[in-house]
């Protein structure tokens, strides 16, 4: 990657960034369904063509960052040891997920909130850890010993099980105030099931 490209890049992201703070200060006053992508425009400043340069949707304004997470995840499970179990993997690239997401807790308690009462981003959430499995799934076929087979359901069951547990810590942790870490729940969600099998 070339000087510039990398300076064009955090430009691109600090601009992202920066808008999504004005959107997220919007949501919290008028909710998601009452704030416009116009809205969101004018305030950060811009047009709304310049908006969707940023952002094809107004839920990416909220789960853009998602890709990058997923992305960070399935790195995170191919750097684990080679002889450890797929379900600890997963469970450290969600850790990692979340420590790297630099979100704080009011916005991340903030988001979760949105997710509750919010259908339409609730579904670009949905559709957006199904991008996740796909990434998931070759790792932990490998790491099962099995081949990366559409035929065989183990590894697709295995992440999606995982996922799950994820959503489901987020969504109890959503209901707090925070005053437990997420992590917390990652693992007190994802235990349930290895205590229970």
């Known amino acids: ?30 909710g998601f369904d009452h704030t416009t992508v116009d809205d969101i425009a004018r305030a950060a400043g811009m047009s709304r063509t310049s908006f969707f340069r940023y952002f094809p949707t107004k839920e990416d304004v909220v789960l853009g960052h998602l890709e990058e997470l997923g992305g960070l995840i399935e790195a995170t499970v191919k750097a684990r040891p080679c002889g450890e179990d797929p379900w600890l993997g997963l469970r450290a690239g969600f850790q990692a997920a979340y420590e790297s997401s ?22 670009r959430q949905v559709e957006k850890q199904a991008r996740w499995q796909n990434l998931l799934v070759p790792e932990v076929a490998r790491r099962l010993g099995l081949a990366d087979d559409p035929a065989d359901p183990r590894p697709r069951a295995l992440v999606a099980a995982a996922l799950g547990c994820l959503d489901a810590a987020f969504q109890a942790w959503a209901t707090t105030d925070g005053e437990v870490g997420m992590p917390a729940f990652i693992d007190r969600a994802m235990d349930v099931v290895t205590t229970r099998s």
């Open 1 to 30: 990657m070339s000087e510039t490209t990398g300076l064009r890049d955090r430009a691109r992201r600090a601009m992202r960034a920066e808008v999504a703070v004005v959107a997220f200060d919007l949501f919290a006053r008028r």
């Open 102 to 123: 630099g979100s704080s807790p009011v916005r991340a308690l903030s988001l979760g909130r949105m997710l509750a009462e919010t259908p339409s981003l609730k579904a």
